[in-house]
């Protein structure tokens, strides 16, 4: 049994970039506790490689932890753990499926290396009352941007979305965590993800989870997905630009499944030494 993870990077787009992740590839034996307990150690995401409870409609099972709770799906822990598998000969073909608690998941494989994860087609509503969310970041309603409006959005884990017209203020955001928390338990939401739109055509994001034991996130798969359906799943694709504020410059890569209703997430992964 190796429990040791291997620390990975996912979504880097620049030196230091990319949000940490380390990967048990092989989590059989280890209970809630001690993958939580791991997850606490290295103080960020962390995935957890096991067998299939259906091996008949699955070829995986991931289950994730941050520092204070399991979560139901993560995207850049699935999309390093399938990239993981396959750069040591444990994924074969051009896919993989996946059990998770938030539902099934494919990590499909293309010959130059890249991997991409599916979602399921997002759900997306209207935040009515906004004061709340606006007093965690510390900003006014009349910085947010005129041509959208807050949404909770979600494939599998509800994202506050936060339209801001200014780039440089999304960047000096410096939001209060108790008060990020109770906002987002207030509305139903994991997460605050402010973003603006950015040059060539990409929009520039930032995480700040509920309770995931840290104040932000470099790079968010699942937030980034969510945000996608709330720009109405351009055809072209979306392009979104993380960690930038943390110094961990990040790039998330989103667009429609030629093969479903939903979507594909995908970005560069890399093993950090």
């Given at each position: 049994m190796q429990r040791s993870p291997i620390n990975l990077s996912v979504f880097p787009a620049g030196p230091g970039g990319g949000n940490p992740c380390p990967i048990v590839l092989d989590a059989s034996g280890m209970d809630a506790q001690d993958m939580r307990a791991l997850a606490a150690a290295h103080g960020h995401e962390s995935g957890f490689v096991l067998p299939p409870e259906n091996p008949i409609s699955a070829d995986f099972r991931f289950r994730f932890f941050v520092p204070e709770h399991e979560m139901e799906m993560c995207g850049h822990a699935t999309l390093g753990a399938a990239w993981l598998l396959r750069s040591r000969g444990q994924a074969l073909g051009a896919a993989i499926r996946i059990e998770t608690l938030s539902g099934p998941v494919r990590a499909l494989f293309a010959a130059d290396g890249s991997v991409e994860i599916t979602q399921p087609p997002g759900r997306v509503e209207p935040v009515t009352d906004v004061g709340a969310v606006l007093a965690a970041l510390g900003m006014a309603e009349a910085e947010l941007s005129p041509a959208a409006a807050v949404l909770n959005a979600s494939t599998s884990r509800v994202k506050t979305l936060v339209p801001l017209a200014d780039l440089a203020r999304l960047h000096a955001l410096r939001p209060d965590p108790a008060l990020v928390r109770a906002a987002?338990?207030?509305?139903?939401?994991?997460?605050?993800?402010?973003?603006?739109?950015?040059?060539?055509?990409?929009?520039?994001?930032?995480?700040?989870?509920?309770?995931s034991g840290y104040p932000e996130d470099a790079a968010t798969g699942i937030a980034a997905a969510a945000l996608f359906y709330g720009l109405c799943a351009p055809k072209a694709g979306l392009i979104v630009r993380q960690g930038e504020a943390m110094g961990r410059p990040s790039e998330i890569r989103v667009r429609c499944d030629p093969e479903g209703p939903g979507c594909r997430l995908g970005g560069h992964v890399e093993v950090v030494f």
């Open positions: 987002c338990e207030a509305i139903g939401s994991t997460g605050l993800y402010p973003y603006a739109a950015g040059q060539g055509g990409a929009v520039h994001a930032r995480q700040f989870p509920r309770n």
